[in-house]
């Protein structure tokens, strides 16, 4: 693989972390207990660390350009008289020096801490603990640090209460970001405005499939059917029943078609379908009739078709991620960073796209996050050159993003199908950054209570609705 040529697979992707969004499946809202801090993972730092290579970095579009430049000319370098400049995430940022990448990435920290006369810090603030001690110090106008990570979902509230400064406010002319983006990419439109960049990450968050039961079991490859454009709700389907087998006639399943929780597979399969459960603008998204065709799909996957193995009996349990983990399951839309080193071959192939989907997008993006510059950040457009700086170290790879996806994968078509047509492919779904908002008790009703789809969209349409209200 390490032969391959770079200008073949290079794409250019949006820093993201993706987290483990988990909670039990009776919350209704988006708070941070929702989250279970075990479950984060992070790629890139904001030095360009590979600390974990292998973990994902996804994102969606990062093509925007409505944020105008301040200023045309990049600010010479400022002596900032021994000032410390703080970098805040949920996870220690600092490069270890312990690799080839690494160590640059620690050279090029001290490098531009000696041209701006800077000391850079970086601060590993606890998940559970991130948020209300980012808004704390933002309300009060002395900012927990002067560069912070924030997952969009999460930075809904911050917006409306106007202490995020956006894109347009620090960055140049002359700004990679507002130029070729090779080091600093700008990420998606939030409300309106761009206010999130990021450094360059490459994920593949899509539908990973056990090679080794595929080939036990005589199933067609599912890349095949996705280069021959069959792959979709219907076959995937047709492909979880035939792998769903009784070899000892006791009963029982000794394998089966799928597995993970229910709520991760509406989202997913929402956004194959042209859905989400909350649209871009904050309207309701679940009583739109491709959102109802997905819930009455999964509700036949987990209820009806028998081809989901619910390992711990709560079919809407964040845990049920793990379950393809097992070995006999044959599918799962899952995470790179949750597939790494199991004992079996996987492959991957884009979620499978439904019946009133156009293609463009392949997996619900529940975790997009990207770095801020909070209001009342001292000489923000400095702060933000040094930013810049820190990302532009020269790569060890042949290609971006080899090391973490030679690492996944075995076989050069799973990096092809990332590369070309999973990674940059994800929506942004937002439910979870909104209180109250009715998403697991839908879940809950439809899948662990079995209520009709169109009943459970009419009761839960006013609560969304006050919940999507008090957020405006």
Not at 200 to 220: A, W
Not at 397 to 410: H, I, P, R
Request: glycine content about 10%; hydrophobic content about 35%; proline content about 5%.
């Amino acid at each position: 693989m390490k032969n391959m040529k770079a200008l073949t697979i290079l794409l250019a992707a949006t820093m993201l972390t993706l987290t483990g969004c988990g909670g039990g499946s009776n919350n209704a809202g988006g708070n941070a207990a929702n989250d279970q801090p075990a479950n984060e993972a992070s790629t890139n730092t904001a030095t360009g660390n590979d600390a974990a290579a292998n973990n994902a970095s996804t994102g969606n579009d990062a093509t925007g350009n409505n944020a105008a430049a301040t200023n045309d000319a990049a600010p010479a370098p400022t002596d900032l008289g021994g000032r410390e400049i703080h970098i805040s995430a949920w996870w220690d940022g600092m490069p270890k020096g312990d690799t080839a990448d690494s160590k640059k990435a620690l050279d090029k920290l001290h490098e531009v801490e000696k041209k701006y006369n800077v000391k850079i810090k970086y601060d590993n603030i606890p998940f559970d603990k991130y948020m209300d001690k980012f808004t704390t110090a933002a309300l009060s106008g002395t900012p927990m640090a002067d560069i912070s990570i924030l997952e969009f979902k999460r930075a809904l509230a911050p917006i409306k209460q106007g202490l995020l400064l956006p894109l347009s406010e620090y960055t140049q002319g002359t700004s990679d970001i507002n130029n070729e983006q090779e080091h600093t990419v700008k990420l998606p439109q939030l409300l309106g405005d761009e206010y999130f960049f990021g450094g360059k990450g490459i994920s593949t968050v899509g539908m990973f499939y056990n090679r080794d039961l595929f080939k036990k079991l005589g199933l067609p490859d599912p890349q095949e059917l996705y280069a021959g454009g069959q792959w979709n709700w219907d076959k995937f389907l047709e492909i979880a029943k035939q792998a769903t087998t009784d070899t000892n006639n006791d009963g029982k399943p000794d394998t089966w078609g799928f597995a993970n929780s229910a709520p991760n597979a509406a989202r997913d399969f929402g956004v194959t379908n042209g859905a989400l459960f909350v649209n871009d603008d904050l309207t309701i998204g679940f009583s739109d009739p491709k959102m109802i065709e997905t819930l009455e799909f999964i509700n036949r996957l987990y209820n009806k078709e028998n081809v989901v193995k619910v390992k711990k009996g709560d079919k809407n349990s964040w845990d049920e991620i793990n379950t393809f983990k097992d070995g006999d399951v044959a599918m799962s839309n899952n995470f790179d960073w949750n597939v790494g080193g199991l004992p079996f071959e996987i492959g991957v192939v884009p979620n499978p796209q439904g019946p009133s989907g156009d293609g463009k997008y392949t997996y619900a993006n529940t975790a997009q996050n990207g770095w801020v510059i909070p209001k009342g950040v001292k000489d923000p457009q400095v702060v933000y050159q040094i930013y810049e700086e820190l990302q532009d170290i020269p790569s060890t790879e042949e290609y971006f993003g080899q090391n973490g996806l030679e690492a996944l994968f075995k076989n050069q078509q799973d990096i092809d199908m990332t590369l070309q047509h999973i990674n940059n492919t994800g929506r942004i779904s937002l439910e979870e950054g909104i209180a109250d908002y009715p998403f697991y008790a839908i879940m809950d009703d439809v899948i662990k209570k079995n209520q009709s789809v169109t009943a459970t969209v009419e009761k839960y349409k006013a609560p969304a609705q006050a919940a999507l209200d008090k957020m405006k």
